[in-house]
């Protein structure tokens, strides 16, 4: 059996997804990138090959994806854009549109019915309406970045969080906080801030479903209600998400081993 690996180095995770012959998911590996790439890509890559009981022997081709994706020794290279709309078109074939928000930028990606990107826009200029936004936020309620959407639901009055900026946004926080505002209220606002940032760039893309979520924010509940009440519409979404560009890298793997196989043996 041959397996195949994408590898997604992003600004603060890396992503490692194995798929077999027929292009199944058998596992992931996410760990933290950190300051040595190298390192962060071969934990991630046993991370992965433990779980699903693989030898990284039987690897046949790798591919690496994502902002760090030149300093990882792999067979190809492949943009994240590309990587992200085959894995969710592989996860979600319905999808049209594709939000992926990572730790540091945010994108919205046109995906034809066959995985093919046909326009995206990205926001890789400001931390407002990233992973990065949120986890500052965090920080300034003195919560967990993974507690702030389950306590963003139990909000009955959002607190509106009027500025974009990371800055003044984490200042207007910790005043929300001194004047003795509920957190659960004040969660709830910095979820609806950024989603009213990243429909910005959803519109710019045009609204079409299905939306699919990629990227580790989507494992934020509190995100994807807010995304979801301020874009009227359902998000597509699973426990895969954030490894949706690794997925996508092994995807692509696979297919050119596979083609460069059929070439080398032609019927
Ligand atoms: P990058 O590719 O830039 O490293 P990712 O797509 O891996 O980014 O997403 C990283 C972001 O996902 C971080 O901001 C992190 O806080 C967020 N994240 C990851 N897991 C969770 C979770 N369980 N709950 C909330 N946020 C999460």
């Known amino acids: 059996m041959h397996y195949y690996a994408g590898i997604d180095v992003g600004s603060l995770a890396t992503k490692c997804a194995i798929v ?24 991630a890559l046993k991370l992965a090959a433990d779980s699903g009981g693989v030898d990284l ?3 046949g081709f790798r591919i690496a994806t994502g902002y760090g994706r030149k300093r990882v020794e792999a067979d190809h290279q492949v943009t994240e854009i590309t990587c992200h709309a085959m894995g969710a078109v592989r996860l979600f074939p319905g ?5 992926d928000i990572g730790g540091q930028d ?14 995206f826009v990205m926001n890789d200029k400001c931390a407002a309406g990233t992973g990065r936004f949120l986890e500052v936020m965090a920080r300034a309620l ?4 993974e507690e702030l959407g389950p306590l963003a639901l139990t909000s009955e009055q959002p607190q509106k969080i009027s500025s974009f900026c990371t800055v003044f946004g984490e200042s207007e926080v910790v005043s929300h906080v001194a004047d003795g505002a509920a957190s659960a209220d004040i969660a709830r606002g910095i979820h609806e ?3 009213h940032r990243v429909t910005g760039l959803v519109k710019r893309v045009g609204v079409m479903n299905e939306l699919t979520m990629s990227g580790g924010v989507a494992r934020n509940v509190g995100m994807r209600t807010a995304l979801s009440a ?3 519409t359902s998000l597509n979404f699973n426990d895969n998400s954030q490894v949706m560009g690794a997925l996508g890298a092994a995807l692509i793997a696979r297919e050119k081993h596979q083609r460069g196989h059929d070439s080398e043996n032609p019927k």
């Open 193 to 195: 801030s950024v989603a």
């Open 142 to 145: 003195e919560v967990d970045v």
């Open 106 to 119: 945010t994108k919205v990606i046109r995906v034809s019915s066959n995985g093919e990107v046909e326009n």
């Open 95 to 99: 999808t049209r549109t594709i939000i």
């Open 20 to 43: 077999d012959e027929s292009g199944n998911l058998v596992s992931q590996g996410i760990v933290a990138t950190g300051a040595r790439v190298v390192t962060a890509v071969e934990a």
């Open 230 to 232: 301020a874009l009227s």
């Open 57 to 59: 022997g039987s690897i």
